[in-house]
DNA sequence: CGCAAAGTTGATCATAGTCAAGTTCTGTGG
DNA sequence: CCACAGAACTTGACTATGATCAACTTTGCG
């Protein structure tokens, strides 16, 4: 099953860095979970949730990609997380009272994803306390990594964000090569997650591809040297 | 017992925007819950938790002020949360293994709290699931909050962030007066939760008050007509 | 009274966003 | 297999926003 394959790359903390959903369930408790919930096949495109619904479903990727977004007042997209298999999101339906979802999420490729409903993973979470501890554990990751680009976005020049992002995008879903790591994503994109233009992107992107510290094509980008990102 | 005053002014959704630790616990579990934790009573300027540090206490504001912030590479403080009576800090304690503390978190002024080892937190939390839900939805909670303020830095002027982040604070800590309602702040303080200089304050503020729609004073702002601070 | 904290105000300027006008690149359908 | 539409990207010129700095004034407290 592709959920227990980790192409990511290694380094210090890891471990502690990217809490999962089913960890620390044993093997058949892990099937017990999985097999309870829907799969769902979708297309690339496709809207899953939308922002300001009410959470009554949660959802584990299981393959594929899914982007999970705002919309501002003006109508641009600000992208709050990519979000890869493995990772689970509308996770305030584990709570009695469903809450709202924050945003909204949309396959960009074709994807598979098991889906339960609030009150199977109600059931769940209180047969399995883990589980709920884990989504705990997941959600104060994602308000330390919010924090840290709310930090960034304040002190950080347009320039440092994107080696931040870049550097962090490569650990979470690098593609290792024998010549660097591959990162499959746009500008745009990226720009969307490091918080800066699409044209700041490309600039900056092209003036570090001149000092050979990556290399750029359509839709990726080759990390050469992260270290030299990473100037200070 | 002053944690069950709530001096918030009400607006419509109240009851779900600002999730209670002891929420839907009955009176005598509460009394329980508190009584087994350390009570400590710190004068201003205390320093509570250390950005970084080992999360191993969990902390319940009784009274007093705390405010919540990390440092940016340059110095400068971010503030991320102004904690108000009846919240609670240092989540990460909740985990079995827990995780560092996001800010660092200090008085402003006398404060009283509540204070639960990690052993002691766990021990309740398995006894009453209750509060692990509470934690994850008040947690939820700040992400929401931070990712509005994320989308606000990105697609708002300055202007309109502060008038977002008076309104917000207006209602989770303003003083509601005969002729309007009383936030205790400083132009530095209020910068800090917006986003914006001081300066940028300052100027803001005093433009609002030529035009009536609030009174500043040192360390204060009287809110006369917050309908006015949205004009969008 | 004196000092520090809080606030004001003006001048200046750097950063990075916006817009315009392009150039590739890639997948699709004829 | 080629044409072409549109997505992805590049590059330059321009500019608005709000930060920064400096030089104040005002306020409140010990």
Redesign the interface.
Known sequence: MAITTDRRIAHPGDL?RHPRFLSGLKAEQKRLVLQSAEVWKLPRNSAIIHAGDLATKLFLLNTGRVKYY?I???G?E?L?WWITPGEIFG??S????P?RY??TAESVEGCELFVWSHKKIRQLA?AY?RL??N???I??????E??D???G???ETAEQRLARTIIRLGRRMGHVQSDGVELAITNESLGGLA?VSPFTASRQLKQWEREGILQKDRGKILIVSPERLLV?
């Not at 584990?94 to 009272?97: E, F, K, M, R, V």
């Open positions: 502690s705002r501002t007042k003006k641009d600000v709050l996770i305030g584990l709570l009695a009272t809450v924050i945003g209180a306390p709920a501890e989504a705990l554990h959600v104060l990751h994602y308000i330390s919010y924090s680009r709310l930090i976005l304040i002190s918080d200070d």
